[in-house]
Antibody, heavy 119, light 107 residues
């Protein structure tokens, strides 16, 4: 069974950055995009961007351009998302999710990682 | 950016009834790129439908999707107790966006 295992929860101060990880297992890492989607408490889903683990190319949502960076480590099948200039509005559950390139939907999701921005 | 508006916000029905959930887009969506997800409390979303009407792996056939252009529908023909959850539509049109969700609750 495909697995996306995310790093644990984190608490950050405003103005700092957070780096989350998502480790893939039981499929060919380079064959699927990894996306990041967040969900603020009691709210809907918001897409942050995606990375192609094969070549490393990225596509970020305009809302997050300039403060999000996604990278990958092919040796460990892990994708990282770095989100900077945090505010309380960034408090949310962050999910990674998999897409077969061109399908434009997310067939497997990680378990989520809660980021709390608190001063 | 394409905005997706789901209705109703909350739908109260009983097991065995039929549920009809709507998703309206601010501009035309390519059918290949319209999906639906189910989310239960404390869980990640789960893919139900993609390409408007294709069921994801393991999704029972009481779930069906239809629509085109700007109007899409998810239908659950006969509600089971495990179907009560929040449902989101999602599209891709250069970027990914989700509807705000419909909560399907037990009446």
């Amino acid at each position: 069974q495909v697995q996306l295992v995310q790093s644990g929860s984190d608490v950050k101060e405003p103005g700092t950055s957070v780096k989350l990880s998502c480790t893939a297992a039981r499929y060919t890492f380079s064959n699927y995009y990894i996306h990041w989607v967040r969900q603020a408490p009691g709210r809907g889903l918001e897409w942050l961007g995606r990375i192609d683990p094969g070549g490393g190319s990225t596509h970020y949502a305009q809302t997050f351009q300039g403060r999000v960076v996604m990278t990958r480590d092919t040796s460990t099948s892990t994708v990282y998302m770095d989100l900077g200039s945090l505010t309380s509005e960034d408090t949310a559950l962050y999910y990674c999710a998999r897409e077969r390139p061109g399908n434009c939907h997310f067939d497997y999701w990680g378990q989520g990682a809660l980021v709390t921005v608190f001063s | 950016e394409i905005v997706l508006t789901q209705s109703p916000g909350t739908l109260s029905l009983s097991p065995g009834e039929r549920a009809t959930l709507s998703c309206r887009a601010s501009q035309s969506v390519r059918s290949s790129y319209l999906g639906w997800y189910q989310q239960k409390p404390g869980q990640a979303p789960r893919l139900l439908m993609y390409g408007v009407s294709s069921r994801a792996t393991g999704i029972p056939d009481r779930f069906s999707g239809s629509g085109s252009g700007t109007d899409f529908t998810l239908t659950i023909s006969r509600l089971e107790p495990e179907d009560f959850a929040v449902y989101y539509c999602q599209q891709y049109g250069g970027s990914f966006t989700f509807g705000q969700g419909t909560k399907l609750e037990i009446k």
